[in-house]
T-cell receptor, first 112, second 114 residues
Framework: ETGVTQTPRHLVMGMTNKKSLKCEQH?????MYWYKQSAKKPLELMFV???????ENNSVPSRFSPECPNSSHLFLHLHTLQPEDSALYLC???????????FGNGTRLTVT | GEDVEQSLFLSVREGDSSVINCTYT??????LYWYKQEPGAGLQLLTY?????DMKQDQRLTVLLNKKDKHLSLRIADTQTGDSAIYFC??????????????FGQGTTLQVKP
């Protein structure tokens, strides 16, 4: 079982749909993150949760809504997305403090 | 603002050494990282170096840090076809210890020819 698991691996949705991305970590970490990876752009940090509390929202549009019910699970709720939101969405976890990020394999999102 | 720069592409022959370079701007970065991304996968942590070190070796990987020039490099010895991937350099910009707020480079695509 991998340390950070993301589902689904691929998602195609229309602009009026509502969907959710799920992330689960089995590493006992207490911080979780959403990153966005778009073609030809560096990875962009979206949200940070420490001990289930959101500590960072990197100016992300409200059509992206994160949820962290406990330290092991993280969701990203999506609604009324735009085609430019098509990207690879990566979840990561770490121990708070000086600890590297461990990434999941990502969800490849296509907005039509 | 913080910025991390990498060359976009490197091609080497199998068995040669690969050197991937990176420059960063934030001198207060505590740690600097190298991640590897294979097609269809997430980022895999390869190695990282604390900012008070100038070298770290881990099997075929050697990381060199020149803090004065804000230059980081990753050397892969005896490069194999399985090393073909995108390699990302990243810094933790504010030295606060919150390593989740990483600034990534655009990635260097390493192509290994048989």
């Amino acid at each position: 079982e991998t340390g950070v698991t993301q589902t689904p691996r691929h998602l195609v949705m229309g602009m009026t749909n509502k969907k959710s991305l799920k992330c689960e970590q089995h590493l006992g970490h207490n911080a979780m993150y959403w990153y966005k990876q778009s073609a030809k752009k560096p990875l962009e940090l979206m949200f940070v949760y420490n001990f289930k509390e959101q500590t960072e929202n990197n100016s992300v549009p409200s059509r992206f809504s994160p949820e962290c019910p406990n330290s092991s699970h993280l969701f990203l709720h999506l609604h009324t997305l735009q085609p430019e939101d098509s990207a690879l969405y990566l979840c990561a976890s770490s121990q708070e403090g000086d600890s590297p990020l461990h990434f999941g394999n990502g969800t490849r999102l296509t907005v039509t | 603002g913080e910025d991390v720069e990498q060359s976009l592409f490197l091609s080497v022959r199998e068995g040669d050494s690969s050197v991937i370079n990176c420059t960063y701007t934030d001198s207060s970065s505590t740690y600097l990282y190298w991640y590897k991304q294979e097609p269809g996968a997430g980022l895999q942590l390869l190695t990282y170096i604390f900012s008070n070190m100038d070298m770290k070796q881990d099997q075929r990987l050697t990381v060199l840090l020149n803090k004065k020039d804000k230059h980081l490099s990753l050397r892969i010895a005896d490069t194999q076809t399985g090393d073909s991937a995108i390699y990302f350099c990243a810094e933790s910009p504010d030295g606060s210890g919150n390593t989740g707020k990483l600034i990534f480079g655009q990635g260097t695509t390493l192509q290994v020819k048989p």
